[in-house]
């Protein structure tokens, strides 16, 4: 059985690191740009607000299943921001340079670097879904004052995963979609999509 499901996304990095997840499920995974579908606006002040704005988006566009993801991190000692607000935290263009300067520059004096990333991913049938599919998840770890690593995007250098200072950006794609928010949340969407949509892996 050919499955399609759209992928609202733009990012490449965030588009390979989804199909690398997505790849065992079976499904032809369609990036929405490639349909010239626009990006979704994200009005929204939380991730699941905004991952179901866009998943509803490529599938009203599209036609075709639409799974959306909406992520970001979180400093505790910052009130959970950047949040929502973490791919443009310091403005547009986006940059994941410009916004990890910004973010370590936030955190100078406090003695409170732990983060958490969250990923919230939503899935849809139709553009009207009226039981869309939800998982949530989240990965705990610290924010550094210096880079390290090469791997990754957006944060990952600078998220320290394990008591040894070792970075997100240090990881193999492998390592970090065993563990990471996203990863995790995939697996929870797998789930779903086998109970509720009836996809046999």
Known sequence: MNRK????????????EMQELLAPMGAEVIAQGSLGIPAAEEPFC???ENALAKARHAAKHSGLPAIADDSGIC???????PGVYSARYAGEPSNDASNNAKLVNALKGHTDRSAHYVCVLCAVRSADDPEP?????????EIAEEPKGEGGFGYD???IVGPDGR??????????NSVSHRGKAMRKMSELLQRRWGWKF
């Not at 499901?5 to 390979?16: C, E, F, G, P, R």
């Open 167 to 176: 970075r997100a950006a240090e990881m193999s794609a492998e390592e970090k």
């Open 75 to 81: 400093a505790d000692a910052l009130g959970g921001m």
């Open 5 to 16: 499901i759209v992928l609202a996304s733009n990012n490449k990095k965030k588009m390979k």
């Open 46 to 48: 939380t991730f699941m």
């Open 157 to 159: 250098p600078y998220f």
């Open 133 to 141: 599919l939800i998982a949530i998840d989240f990965w705990e770890g």
